[in-house]
């Protein structure tokens, strides 16, 4: 893939809808020319001390489909998320579209089957997702492009999608001022970290960069697109000058001071589904399994 040439074409149209509960980043992404548009990261709101599940975001989503008479061709995740439930099949059902997630998903099911003791009743092969797509990979949108980055470090099967002159990298980076991912989920490594964002930041400088989440520092609203000129100029973690060995430390270092997502266990359980619930259990209701650890 020529990033140059693919940054250099006009660019999608991009809409950018932030979810206060998780500070989630979800985008409708539309090729101007023939309306058809692609979906990247929905959210599913979900409360956890009620146990409840609404489609506050995805009413949002579906309505400006609809309202913009467009056509969902590909519902994209950017990998298994452990701070938010998908709403990726809630989606297709209203929508169609198909799914879509990094080959490399089949490692983060397995590891979380296992820690979940899910059993048979879960395929770890990724077949819950209408399409896996491996790095280099090319999609159709309209007129337009969806070329795939591999880009893993924060979990094995992070991907990043490059649609004209965005770039979309999920939790790789974040805006400048916040900086990168954690590397400490099972699969995840710094070293891989680093290598793939600084294989995002060797795309042109102006091509546009949408991260995945913003957490606002310092009172600022939040905030979702950057370029990369900005990333390589002022990314408190990653800007150039910075190498290897020191982010990896310093990264080490941040990772062992963090907590677990407030939302890991339900995220994960129904991320590697592609967004669906458990099944209904005999008594007509669906259950979250959390597992216990300390001093039992």
Request: glycine share 10%; proline share 6%; with cysteine.
């Amino acid at each position: 893939m020529d990033a140059d040439s693919a940054a250099a074409g006009r660019g999608p149209d991009i809409q950018g809808y932030y979810d206060p509960a998780t500070g989630t980043i979800s985008y409708l992404v539309t090729d101007p020319a023939s309306g058809h548009c692609a979906i990247i990261d929905p959210v599913l709101d979900y409360e956890p001390g009620a146990g409840r599940i609404a489609t506050l975001g995805l009413t949002r989503l579906i309505e400006a489909v609809r309202r913009e008479g467009l056509t969902l061709i590909w519902i994209l995740e950017t990998h298994a998320h452990a701070d938010h439930l998908s709403g990726a099949h809630r989606l297709q059902q209203a929508l169609g579209g198909q799914t879509v997630i990094g080959e490399h998903i089949s490692a983060v099911q397995e590891y979380f089957a296992g820690a979940l003791n899910l059993g048979p009743e879960l395929a770890i092969d990724g077949r819950q997702f209408d399409r896996l797509v491996a790095d280099r990979e090319r999609l159709e949108l309209g007129a337009l492009n969806i070329d795939v980055l591999h880009t893993p470090g924060h979990t094995p099967a992070c991907v990043s999608y490059l649609i004209g002159d965005a770039v979309f990298v999920g939790d790789t980076l974040f805006m400048p001022d916040y900086g990168t991912a954690r590397a400490d989920f099972p699969g995840g490594d710094a070293h891989q970290l680093f290598r793939s964002i600084r294989r995002i930041l060797a795309l042109p400088r102006s091509t546009r960069v949408f991260v995945g989440h913003d957490y606002p520092p310092g009172g600022r609203a939040p905030a979702w697109e950057s370029t990369v000129g900005e990333q390589r100029d002022a990314n408190r973690h990653a800007h150039d000058g910075i190498d290897e060995a020191a982010f990896v430390a310093w990264r080490l270092q941040r990772d062992a001071e963090l907590a677990a997502p407030r939302l890991l266990w339900p995220s994960l359980q129904v991320n590697i589904r592609a967004g669906q619930l458990p099944a209904v259990e005999d008594n007509g209701t669906r259950y979250l399994k959390i597992p216990l650890s300390g001093d039992l």
